[in-house]
């Protein structure tokens, strides 16, 4: 786990939560997809968005447990955390959440905006189409571990797959 410290973050994670919920954790495995809560979400917004747009934002809102718990347990905790594990952290939120927000938050009716303007929108057509055209999910972890800074390798890019919605 030394050598891997998205390992070691999730692990982390899972035991600070342990220790607080129980057995309840488990809705935090980053490996299952909590369907009891993107159906609740769905439910929440089906009059609202309709069916196929409601069961969408149900799942983009349900998809990044084990990232919402790692933002969590480090505001409660900070302290039990390393500079790796914040970093794998907080890698692991980009890659596995802010698409998934996005994506919500449009299905929602809220427009997307750069309001500190960092340039959020820069992307350039190759990267988009590559993006585009990759199915399923999975970041290549092995490649984000290359970005951590006590690896001494520099920043390289990162290679990210879309999602899909289950049932879509």
């Known amino acids: 786990m030394k050598n891997n410290p998205f390992a070691g973050c999730r692990t982390k994670v899972k035991t600070i939560f342990e220790e607080l919920v129980g057995a309840r954790a488990e809705a ?3 490996t299952k997809h909590n369907r009891i809560v993107q159906e609740k979400i769905q439910a929440a917004f089906k009059e609202d968005l309709g069916e196929e747009k409601a069961r969408l934002l149900g799942f983009h ?3 990044w447990n084990a990232d919402a718990a790692f ?4 505001h409660l905790f900070p302290k039990k955390f390393t500079k790796r594990e914040i970093t794998a952290g907080i890698i692991s939120f980009h890659i596995g959440a ?3 927000i996005t994506a919500a938050s449009t299905i929602n009716g809220f427009h997307i905006e750069d309001p500190f303007e960092v340039g959020i929108f ?7 189409q590559k993006i585009a ?3 399923g999910v999975v970041a290549d972890l092995s490649r984000l571990q290359e970005r ?3 690896q001494g390798k520099g920043k390289k890019p990162v290679t990210r797959r879309r999602a899909s919605a289950p049932g879509s």
Do not use: F, G
Not at 71 to 74: E, R, S
Not at 122 to 128: G, P
């Open 28 to 30: 935090l495995d980053p």
């Open 148 to 150: 951590l800074p006590s």
């Open 98 to 100: 802010t698409d998934h």
């Open 133 to 135: 055209t990759e199915p």
């Open 71 to 74: 933002i969590v347990a480090l």
């Open 61 to 63: 809102m349900a998809d």
């Open 122 to 128: 820069r992307k350039t057509a190759k990267q988009n």
